[in-house]
């Protein structure tokens, strides 16, 4: 079970980007784009109760899957099950797929500014070409966003194109807490009802992965679908629902075609000599605190198929340290040195320097 859990930690481990849920509505594309060699799985489930005395639930599943290809640039696609979209103009499915591109020119998901993307797609139950230009602006504490779709075919309005507008606002209390809320509805002409949700979002300590708890009346995230609201009797219906943000980094895979990696030292030369070794596994530093003299050395093993950092909160620590290599520092001077490493901040250390 053990072995599991690391393996599961292992592909799932946090990275220095990754989707974040406290930057973006449930009901937006936004500009967040993977980086080369990333695959981002996000699983959004929304359900619907029905009144009683049956109180049926009705459950809305979405998955979207895009990879990285760097510069900018990522491919993908969404799929969603009893998809509004696909009721009305003779639809024979109501399971909707969605295949879209994302170029981001200007910006980056998390720093203050504003950033651009633009995202065409191709919706295969609508049969029809989409596209999206989204912008978002980031100052501290605070994101807004807002978006402009195209619709070749409104599926549901036969033969009919169309136009959506959007916006959102994202309010962050911590750096692991924050909600948001959006609203989008076709414009050209306006008609059914416009999308909105709202949501509490948090960013599990220690991972990369983001979680919200939402409610909204737009049954999937696809272009049109965040551009229509769930409404079918006439009335407001309102489904609640979650979602999961999964980074998935190919590299990490790299061990199963080419083998362990050679040893490599980095920091002090090969051969100096060290008062304490310390190994990393199993996601964790394995000797908590240690103790040395003025003017010894420490040296740590990484034993995990994934890079970790030695990083010190008063003076300069390692680059990344790849599998099967090892990082050596020299401490010449007396004092306390607390670590952790950068991309799994949970992990931390101690050195007491005599």
């Not at 491919?75 to 994302?102: C, D, P, Y």
């Not at 409404?231 to 980074?247: D, K, R, V, W």
């Amino acid at each position: 079970m053990k072995r599991a859990w690391l393996a599961l930690l292992i592909l799932i481990a946090p990275s220095l980007n990754a989707q974040s849920l406290l930057y973006r509505g449930p009901n937006m594309g936004g500009t967040w784009v993977a980086d080369g060699g990333v695959v981002q799985f996000n699983f959004l489930h929304r359900f619907y109760v029905a009144p009683g005395p049956s109180h049926t639930v009705i459950n809305y599943p979405n998955f979207t899957l895009a990879a990285g290809f760097g510069h900018g640039v990522e491919f993908g696609g969404r799929f969603a099950t009893k998809s509004l979209v696909g009721i009305g103009a003779n639809a024979q499915s109501t399971n909707e797929t969605e295949l879209f591109a994302r170029w981001r020119p200007v910006g980056a998901e998390g720093s203050d500014g504003f950033s651009v993307a633009l995202t065409p797609a191709y919706n295969l139950l609508a049969k029809s070409v989409d596209g999206e230009v989204a912008v978002d602006w980031t100052r501290g504490w605070l994101t807004l966003q807002g978006a402009g779709r195209g619709v070749g075919r409104e599926l549901g309005r036969i033969g009919e194109h169309q136009v959506a507008l959007a916006g959102g606002v994202i309010a962050r209390f911590t750096q692991y807490i924050g909600v948001s809320a959006d609203l989008g509805s076709f414009v050209a002409p306006v008609n059914n009802r416009a999308a909105w949700s709202v949501a509490l979002n948090v960013l599990i300590p220690g991972s990369p992965h983001t979680f919200s708890f939402e409610a909204s009346n737009a049954t999937s995230a696809t272009i049109q679908g965040a551009s229509v609201g769930f409404a079918p009797s006439g009335s407001n219906q309102i489904l609640y629902g979650f979602e999961f943000t999964i980074p998935i980094h190919l590299k990490r895979f790299a061990p199963w075609f080419h083998g362990r990696p050679k040893p490599v030292t980095l920091g002090a030369p090969a051969g100096t000599p060290v008062a304490a070794e310390i190994r990393i596994s199993s996601l964790k530093f394995a000797t908590d605190t240690v103790r040395i003299a003025a003017g010894q050395s420490v040296r740590w093993v990484n034993g995990d198929p994934v890079e970790h950092t030695v990083t010190f909160e008063v003076e300069p620590g390692s680059p990344l340290i790849p599998p099967n290599a090892s990082y050596i520092h020299r401490f010449d001077k007396p004092g306390t040195y607390t670590y952790h490493c950068t991309p799994h901040p949970f992990m931390t250390g101690v050195v007491i320097v005599r």
